[in-house]
């Protein structure tokens, strides 16, 4: 049972234009969110979370939304840059266990 | 960000050997550290939860015989793939926390190849 989900394994952006990541859970008892980059053969890095009494948090390029009623949490990149090509996995934790449930990834590829 | 270093960062044994991963947290006491896998193109897979001076919990699936995990200190747990075999090869990644903290920190990754 696979209760993060990113449905779309990979996405191409222009420089410059929005990228837009996309993420869905099932379990209601999450209330923690993270996203997290990856590059080939190296450990994700963190890019930015969201707790669940927010619902937006913002830091620099990156934007975190999440909407509680649909499950779903999303990405922003604005503006997508090259360097921003990486894989990208959403990930949830619930309650007072710090077990990180990841997603299954989207690859975004920034393209001049 | 906090530091964790995960050693080797690639491996390369012949199958029915053992080989230890280590994951240290360079500059922070990590009481509880997580082990994953990423097989080609799937997600990250939670093997097990360790906490400094008690046993590993592992993950519905994961053969704790065989994956050995042991968190002797609050700055280093390992992971010991015993008796390895071509199916073990994957990425490894360990990842610790940081007192409460809900961000955790991610080691380099360790690439191992059973040949």
């Known amino acids: 049972d696979q209760q993060v989900k990113q449905n779309s394994p990979s996405l191409s952006v222009q420089e410059g234009r929005i990228s837009i990541l996309n993420c869905d859970y099932t379990?209601?008892?999450?209330?923690?969110f993270l996203w997290y980059k990856k590059y080939p053969a190296e450990g994700p890095t963190f890019l930015i979370s969201i707790s669940s009494i927010k619902d937006k948090n913002e830091d620099g390029r990156f934007t975190v939304f999440l909407n509680k009623s649909a499950k779903h949490l999303s990405l922003h990149i604005v503006p997508s840059q090259p360097g921003d090509s990486a894989v990208y996995f959403c990930a949830a934790s619930a309650g007072n266990t710090d077990k990180l449930i990841f997603g299954t990834g989207t690859r975004l590829q920034v393209f001049p | 960000g906090a530091v964790v270093s995960q050693h080797p960062s690639w491996v390369i044994c012949k199958s029915g050997t053992s080989v230890k991963i280590e994951c240290r947290s360079l500059?922070?006491?990590?009481?509880?550290m997580f082990w994953y896998r990423q097989f080609p193109k799937q997600s990250l897979m939670l093997m097990a939860t360790?906490?400094?001076?008690?046993?590993?919990?592992?993950e519905q699936g994961v053969e704790k015989d065989k994956f050995l995990i042991n968190h002797a200190s609050l700055t280093l747990s390992t992971l010991t793939v015993t008796s390895a075999h071509p199916e073990d090869s994957s990425f490894y990644i360990c990842s610790a926390l940081q007192g409460m903290n809900t961000e955790a920190f991610f080691g380099q990754g360790t690439r191992l190849t059973v040949v």
């Open positions: 360790s906490n400094e001076g008690s046993k590993a919990t592992y």
């Open positions: 379990n209601s008892m999450f209330d923690y």
């Open positions: 500059d922070f006491q990590a009481t509880t």
